[in-house]
């Protein structure tokens, strides 16, 4: 089964909720850098905790981020963090989160702060 990543450009794409089993499929892809933008349990206990996912991503070489955001509460913090995850983790990266919406959000803040910062 293929996992749908909207990629948005060749450093960066974003997809869905992704289970620790699903990472194979990712490094296969390219990827070697993953940020995990949802709150664990969030879904409730049938959703995957970060913990597992980034054990799985370690096993495979992938770099790993939890930085988990609300949906509609995206903090400066938090695009801060994003911004400097965007500068330091090896390319490509992948972020999820329920849908992808939010990674997507998150990244485009982030973007643009770095874009303000020059």
Do not use: W
């Amino acid at each position: 089964m293929s996992i749908a990543i909207a990629c948005h450009n060749e450093l960066f794409g974003t997809a869905g909720q992704l289970t620790p089993h699903d990472l194979t499929e990712i490094a296969a892809q390219g990827y070697k850098s993953v940020i995990n933008n949802r709150p664990d349990y969030e879904e409730g206990p049938e959703q995957a905790p970060h913990a597992n996912i980034q054990a799985e991503a370690l096993k495979l070489g992938l770099n790993y981020a939890f930085l988990p955001v609300i949906s509609g509460a995206i903090t400066l913090e938090q695009v801060q963090e994003m911004a400097r995850l965007l500068q330091i983790l090896p390319t490509p990266i992948l972020a999820f989160c329920r849908s992808g919406a939010r990674s997507t959000n998150l990244y485009q803040m982030a973007v643009n702060l770095n874009q303000e910062r020059g």
